[in-house]
């Protein structure tokens, strides 16, 4: 596995280069500012109606629209939502794409399930951060910096290489690593990872817990510290030893159950929904339902959850100190 640090870009090359950046949230907005303060001043750009035009121009950013920053940027980052970025490409990019720019993804699944065809004269590249973009924010704030994915899926210019990790290094990926790999393994991973693991299998495992305790009888605010709130204590432990490492650090009582109880969790009916949740992503049917089936409006965050979760995360957030509560 190949890993770039900091002494394998040189910042240089995007001299005189102008960068776009199609985007403005989440990871859109912590790029730009990573960028900002790493001495590289982007553009960004936005539909005419955006609500987002306020706050990019409340950081200081020059706002355009979509179709005058690629014609004004030598590189762009795309940075819209994945189930809008074929449609925007096709209308708002394609027109006025020329050679030798360069598209930049920061993940690559519209690529590799072909709902956006670069054409053969520019560069794409992947910069995918592990994780989202309020913590790239505040880990480049630290300095420590969040890893990233990195790879070329075309080097028109033959400088592709050398101009992504350049970007790398200035949204500061670059000092935790650039792990080498290719668009096809990023998307299919990164879609399987978040959809069966990271978010859909975890987020439905704590509420189970927490809704366990609370029909039993335990306050919501105590069944949400026994299951939900000490989850990066575990995570952190996971990270830094693996799972064995893990329950060699807890109490024995916590292992062992850990050892007994997880096959009856996590049994062979979950091992087939993994299994067929893999072969919906990798085929690029769950991606071809993103894009068709996503609506343009909000997102009901609260489908998996409930109130009485909610008000128990925010009033433990508020009694133990947490900002983001």
Do not use: W
Not at 119 to 129: E, N, S
């Amino acid at each position: 596995m190949r890993v770039y640090h900091t002494k394998d870009a040189d910042r240089r090359v995007l001299k005189n280069k102008s960068i776009g950046i199609i985007g403005y949230g989440s990871q859109g907005r912590a790029q730009a500012l990573n960028m900002r303060e790493s001495g590289v001043v982007p553009l960004i750009g936005l539909p005419s109606r955006s609500r987002r035009r306020r706050v990019a121009r409340a950081d200081g950013f020059t706002v355009t629209t979509t179709r005058r920053l690629v014609s004004r940027s030598d590189i762009l980052l795309f940075l819209a939502p994945d189930h809008l970025q074929g449609t925007i490409f096709e209308t708002e990019i394609c027109p006025d794409l020329r050679s030798g720019q360069m598209l930049v993804f920061a993940h690559a699944a519209s690529v590799h399930f072909g709902a956006v065809r670069p054409p053969t004269g520019v560069d794409v590249v992947l910069i995918a951060p592990l994780g989202p973009g309020k913590r790239l924010r505040e880990l480049f704030r630290q300095k420590p910096g969040v890893a990233c994915f990195f790879g070329v899926f075309q080097d028109a210019s033959g400088r592709a290489k050398k101009l992504g990790l350049a970007l790398v290094a200035a949204i500061g990926c670059l000092r935790t690593g650039a792990i080498e790999t290719t668009f096809a393994e990023e998307a299919v991973g990164d879609l399987f990872g978040e959809q069966a693991v990271l978010c859909g299998g975890l987020a439905r495992l704590l509420k189970l817990g927490f809704d366990t305790l609370v029909e039993n009888g335990l306050s919501p605010e105590k069944a949400y510290l026994e299951c939900v709130f000490q989850i990066d204590l575990i995570v952190d432990l996971i990270k830094s030893g693996g799972i064995a490492g893990m329950l060699q650090r807890v109490s024995q009582t916590a292992a062992r159950g850990a050892i007994a109880n997880g096959p009856r969790i996590i049994d062979e009916r979950a091992r087939l929904s993994f299994q067929k949740i893999y072969r919906e992503v990798e085929s690029g049917g769950f991606f071809t339902s993103l894009v068709n089936g996503a609506p343009n409006g909000p997102i009901d965050y609260g489908r998996l959850t409930d109130a009485v979760f909610e008000r128990a995360a925010r009033r433990i957030g508020r009694m133990l100190g947490d900002r983001n509560a």
